[in-house]
C-alpha cells in the first residue's frame, strides 16, 4: 500500500468527490447518474483511494455475466504516477479470486500508453480494437483481457 492513502469501496456520500476528479481527468466526464447507479449497483466493484479525506482517485467495475469490466479509472493530478491505479486494481482481483468469473475486459484509448502499460503490469493483454469509440475524438479504443486470479495471487 502507499504511504498516506487507504483504500475503500466508494459511497454515494463520495460522488461528489468522484465528480471533481473525472471533471479534471477526462475531456467528456460520465454524469452523476452514472456515478450513482454504478456505486448503487450489488454486481459493482468500486473502490477510491484516500489521502485523509481527499479522494485521490476511484475505480469502477461493474460485474457482466461471467467476467469483470473495468469501466472507469482515474486518478487526480497531484497523485498520478505512484502506483494508486495499481494498488486498485490489485485489490479488485484479490477481492474476487474465486468467484468463478472467467476473468476482466477494459477498453483503453489506444494512444493512451501510461494506461496500456499500467494495465499490462497488471496482467492485461490487448485482444482487439474497437473503432471509433471514443465519443469526444472518434478515437480507437484498444480492447483488453485478464484471465482470472490464479490462487497463489
Keep these: 500500500m502507499i504511504a498516506g492513502i487507504a483504500l475503500r469501496r ?3 456520500a463520495d460522488i ?7 471533471r479534471r481527468a477526462y475531456p467528456t466526464p460520465w454524469s452523476r447518474t452514472m456515478f450513482a447507479g ?9 473502490y477510491g483511494a ?3 479525506e481527499r479522494l485521490a482517485g476511484y475505480l469502477i467495475v461493474s460485474r457482466y455475466v461471467d467476467a469483470w469490466h473495468v469501466m472507469n479509472v482515474a486518478i487526480d493530478e497531484p497523485y498520478r504516477r505512484r502506483g494508486l491505479a495499481e494498488q486498485m486494481l490489485l485489490q479488485l482481483f484479490a477481492d474476487t479470486a474465486g468467484d468463478g468469473t ?3 475486459t477494459l477498453e483503453v484509448r489506444v494512444s493512451n500508453h501510461g494506461a496500456i502499460r499500467l494495465y499490462e503490469r497488471t496482467g492485461f493483454m490487448p485482444t482487439g480494437i474497437r473503432r471509433g469509440y471514443y ?5 480507437d479504443a484498444l480492447i483488453m483481457w485478464r484471465e482470472r486470479p490464479t490462487e497463489d495471487e
Design 38 to 46: 454504478e456505486i448503487a449497483k450489488p454486481t459493482s466493484r468500486c
Design 135 to 139: 465519443t469526444d475524438n472518434r478515437e
Design 50 to 52: 484516500f489521502d485523509a
Design 10 to 12: 466508494l459511497k454515494l
Design 102 to 104: 472467467r476473468g476482466y
Design 16 to 22: 461528489p468527490a468522484v465528480e471533481q476528479v473525472e
